[in-house]
């Protein structure tokens, strides 16, 4: 199986000799250099030369062919991948965001609440963007309160979905 895993994104270029940043998706972001070269959607391949961290998860790279600002640009936003075998398997209580779509969501009762369509990380963490039988896609952080359990073998994860608080007061205002 050829099973590509998003590893990181090109964002802008980085001054005018063809450097850019990677935003990393890699629990140690400079290891995305370390796995050899990287592919993007079409499935061309690009090879970072020398990367250095900018700030918590984004780098500044070099990719082998890219000498300038305009070769740079025009890479900006696009996804990179490597094939899973590249990468080490997940520890206990870790998971691929891919091995996760397409698990069914149930209740801690075994309702179903739909299937994991994706796992979108929008900067506050991973959420779930679940498909419920009918109707549009909910979404739930993906915490340990709110996703108690992950069971891979079984095809599935339990939510405990957060309780509505839409119009209730909040603190003291319900005294007043």
Known sequence: ???????????????????????????????????????????????????????????????????????????????????????????????????????RAETPEGDLIGMIVAVPNYGAGDILEIAPPAGETVLYPFTRAIVPEVDLARGRVIVVPPVETDGEPRGDAADE
């Open 1 to 103: 199986m050829d099973e590509k895993v998003l590893v990181g994104v090109f964002g802008a270029p980085h001054g005018v000799r063809g450097e850019m940043r990677l935003k990393s998706y890699m629990q140690d972001p400079l290891d995305i250099a370390d796995h050899g070269p990287l592919s993007d959607a079409a499935g061309r391949a690009h090879e970072i030369v020398a990367a250095r961290l900018l700030k918590d998860d984004v780098l500044v790279v070099r990719v082998k062919g890219v000498a300038d600002r305009d070769a740079a640009q025009k890479l900006t936003n696009e996804k990179l991948f490597l094939p899973r075998e590249k990468l080490p398997p997940p520890e206990e209580d870790e998971f691929y965001c891919r091995d996760l779509i397409g698990l």
